[in-house]
């Protein structure tokens, strides 16, 4: 079911994308996370405001999760991550999405998760050289998305 956006973070970001902006179709989105420590790091975002994927209808939910395992392929075959962590939270921000999160052994957490103790500090070479893979990376995620011609 669709609801009406409230003062919501990703209904604002899709409502005028910017450089984030990877891969688009009329049911969802691909976006680049700015977080300075994790270059790769994807969202895959549903269009509408829409707060479970249980409110999407099977075949939505089916594409949403294909673009996640293709976003996933791409972060893997660009970014050559130790393992890549999906999620879908929604706590703060109620609107079906999902991360995709290229995780190294030498990132800030690891092995905890993105959000909790930082175990270590940046290795501004290694965020360095990861984040120059990302117009690889949109490439990559672009031609799994589209549509074969």
């Known amino acids: 079911m669709t609801q009406p956006a409230r003062a919501c973070d990703l209904c604002t970001l899709l409502a005028a994308p910017a ?8 049911k969802l ?4 996370v700015d977080e300075a420590s994790y270059p790769g790091f994807v ?5 509408q405001h829409v707060k479970e994927m249980t409110d999407l209808a099977p075949a939505d939910r089916a594409h949403v999760m ?13 970014m050559a991550p130790a393992k890549v962590n999906l999620a879908s939270f929604g706590n703060m921000t ?4 999902w991360h995709v999160i290229p995780r190294y052994t030498d990132d800030v957490h690891f092995p905890n998760p993105t959000w909790g103790e ?5 290795d501004a070479s290694a965020i360095a050289a990861r984040g120059a893979l990302l117009p690889q990376l949109r490439a990559a995620i672009a031609a799994n998305l589209s549509p074969a011609s």
């Open 66 to 78: 294909n673009a996640v395992w293709q976003v996933e392929a791409a972060v893997r075959a660009v």
């Open 43 to 47: 969202r895959v975002v549903w269009n």
């Open 118 to 122: 930082a175990q270590r500090a940046p």
């Open 19 to 26: 450089d984030a902006l990877v891969w688009r179709d009329d």
């Open 29 to 32: 989105s691909v976006v680049l």
């Open 94 to 97: 109620p609107h079906v999405h």
